[in-house]
């Protein structure tokens, strides 16, 4: 095992806790602070410290771990604790924006201390165990000083020096995943109109999304390279034409179309510019820098 630190954990919420008991597993003193301290109560029974208050939480280790739901929540935690954060680093694993998490690495900044953000890849439940990845950007070298123990809660990521990227990444790997949810739910209502079973059609939406996922690869590469109209398989024009009947199939079955109209008006964009010989990746320009 390797050297046990002293972690503190800012909130107990489904993922402050599964943080706090990766921890533990992994050997460290954890200290544990929640707004509702009855939260903390199973993971007492398991080894960590209560703190009666975040200052105490704070004040008890060198790396202090914040989760909670928001950052207004973080502002409203660590705001009145700026005499005792001088030395230690934060790691806020809250959901927020690049913009708020630039602001509140300034912040811990005037205050002496180091600041990471965090975009946690994974549920509750897949903490500490393989397939779960968290991205960290911020002070390098805080993050290597305090890598070998975020490694608890699943592989780590640096992406940089700007605390914005961790956020900017976490914000456009969960848009990618509310996308593939949002379709996934259209063809569950598709199939539920016709009486079928979603439980039955589960399988082949799961094989379809996986397959067509790894397309990603190939439009990465076109985007990257500004070409959109090299060996293209699936035209624009021709999906412009196919997409229509999407919503055609949607309206006749009673199905509402608000998760896939904006693919269509984005195609019928694009093609109108102009562009309809070029491959799907060529949408990307429609939609900024
Ligand atoms: N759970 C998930 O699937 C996702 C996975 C990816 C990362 N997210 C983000 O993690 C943050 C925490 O999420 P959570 O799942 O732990 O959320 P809850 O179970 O709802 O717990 C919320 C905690 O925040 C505390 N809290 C809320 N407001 C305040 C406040 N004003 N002052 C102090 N604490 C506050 C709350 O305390 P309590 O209600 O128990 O007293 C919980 O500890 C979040 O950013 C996700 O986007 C999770």
Redesign the pocket.
Known sequence: MMNRKAVSVL??????TALADALLAAGHRVTVW???AA?ADPLVAKGATRADTAADAIVASPLVVV????YD?VS??LGPHTDVLAGRTLVN???GTPGQAREMAAWAAEHGADYLDGG?M???PMIGKPGAFVLYSGPSGAFEAWQPVLDAFGESHYLGEDPGLAPLHDIALLNSMYGMFGGVLHAFALVRSAGGSAAEFAPMARRYVDTMGAYAEVMAARIDAGDYADDVTSNLAMQAAAYANFLDTAEEAGVSTELITPIHSLLQRRVADGHGHEDTASLVELLGK
């Open positions: 909130g107990l919420g489904d993922m402050g929640n707004r509702t939260k989760c909670l739901l928001g929540s409203e935690v694993l809250t959901n946690i994974a549920v509750p």
